[in-house]
């Protein structure tokens, strides 16, 4: 057993429990994913997604029309009155100032893809859809799975190309949908930019289940200009290779490891910010916190990552608490001891935290009759990004031992912060009256902050 097998053996032992069902359901998820693309294991559920199955013959329809020049511009963005409660809800500012109205249709046996808004920056490109079909939509999942969770895993996962070269987007599916009724799907996609795009490119998304442009269900060819958004993004490219060594020990014995990542860029846009690391290694360095110039830790979005195999492999990670006004960000590498300990309180007991160094504090709670919505506020250095919650009854038991729980995250982006929900469908109001408090957990306070290894990043 590999020293990080050990260490996420003894994770799963001491705290940070995994929610009721949530292995057999990312089981079959991953054995229907597309075997060209690398799936990435998330906390959080929904972002697992994977591809509509559609068998259907290819028609390309719009693919074959000449290109259409987009410009980012304010236009109106539909997706966000199907979905006000959208995670990016609070971003719809920034996207509907700088998107542009597709419009660009493609048809496959009885279903119709529609590019509604294509929203770009230098940090992320944003493709809002809407899905048709003269049937029924199947989708992804059972029943006992909440909604909003088999839509996002039923929505289209885009491949794109950027001037006939293919954009990498392993790591994550960042995909968000709903259904307005059974015969239409619309939701938004949001691709991490792990290179720069030029202001002006050509742009060919398809989706079909593969990266293979030869397994497209739909297709749609257009050019882009986001020159407009330039204004508004801090954007470095130092390309700085640097060493990280350190040895731990773990059940006695010591391990000695060794990296050599780049950094390749940090991006700070409308959009979010993030910053890129490539490597050429099987398990690349993801253990690290950001600090900026005045001195703030900036929390790490826990999106996952790619492993290298004959080439380098290229993560982005986003950042939350950087502004155009952020001189510099030092990477910072860490030991993360992979522990934690759980922090309990009365519902009366907000704001809740306690005295760890590094980690959250809740800072409200609304329950009501089919979910919780908790909002975490971060503080100083910290590795994981999903704050896990528990609603506790008078006796200590948690309410996911008496009906179905579901836990998902989002985050503020504008005021970094975490928000944890959890969803009982089935629980009854006389279960609900039994919550009388809340525990979440909290890392432990051994995390080792590599100084002597950092890196900073000039930004301006």
Known sequence: MTLDEKLKARAQREGSPVPGGFDERMDALLHDLPEQVTPIKKRR??????????????????????????????????????????????????????????????????QTLTIDNIAVDDSY????YTLKSKTPIELVGTDE???????????????????????????????????????????????????????????LLYDGGSSDINDANFQFAMSVDKSAVAV??????????????????????????????????????????????????EDPMTNFVLRDDKGNYLPVISNGSVGGGIGRATNSFEFLGANLDTQSVTLIPCIVPYRSHEVKGALDSLPLTDSSAGGYTLESLDIDEHRAVATFSFHGPITKSNAQLSLLLADGTTLDRLTDCFIDYTYDRE????????EYPDATPEQIAQITGVSFWQPDDDLTLLEDQAVTIDLQ
């Open 125 to 128: 490109m944003l493709v809002f």
């Open 45 to 110: 559920a929904p972002r697992t997604a994977v591809c509509i199955g559609i068998a259907a013959a290819l028609v390309v329809g719009a693919a074959a029309a000449a290109p259409t020049v987009l410009e980012m511009a304010r236009n109106a963005i539909g997706y966000f009155a199907q979905n006000s409660g959208s995670e990016y809800a609070e971003y719809q500012g920034k996207y509907e100032k700088y998107n542009a109205a597709v419009g660009m249709s493609d048809t496959n046996g009885d």
């Open 145 to 203: 799975d909440p909604q909003s969770w088999r839509a996002n895993w039923t929505a289209p996962t885009f491949f794109a190309e950027v001037n006939g070269k293919q954009l990498d987007t392993t790591g994550a599916i960042e995909n968000e949908a709903t259904m307005p009724d059974e015969y239409t799907l619309t939701g938004v996609r949001r691709i991490v930019l792990k290179e720069a795009l030029p202001d002006q490119f050509d742009l």
């Open 232 to 281: 508004e993004t801090l954007t470095v490219e130092p390309k700085q290779d640097f060493t990280v060594d350190f040895s731990t020990e773990f059940d006695g014995q010591t391990y000695h490891l060794h990296y050599e990542p780049r950094i390749e860029r940090v991006s700070i846009s409308p959009f979010g910010s993030t910053i890129t690391l490539s490597e050429q290694a």
């Open 415 to 422: 005021n970094g912060l975490c928000i944890t929900t959890i």
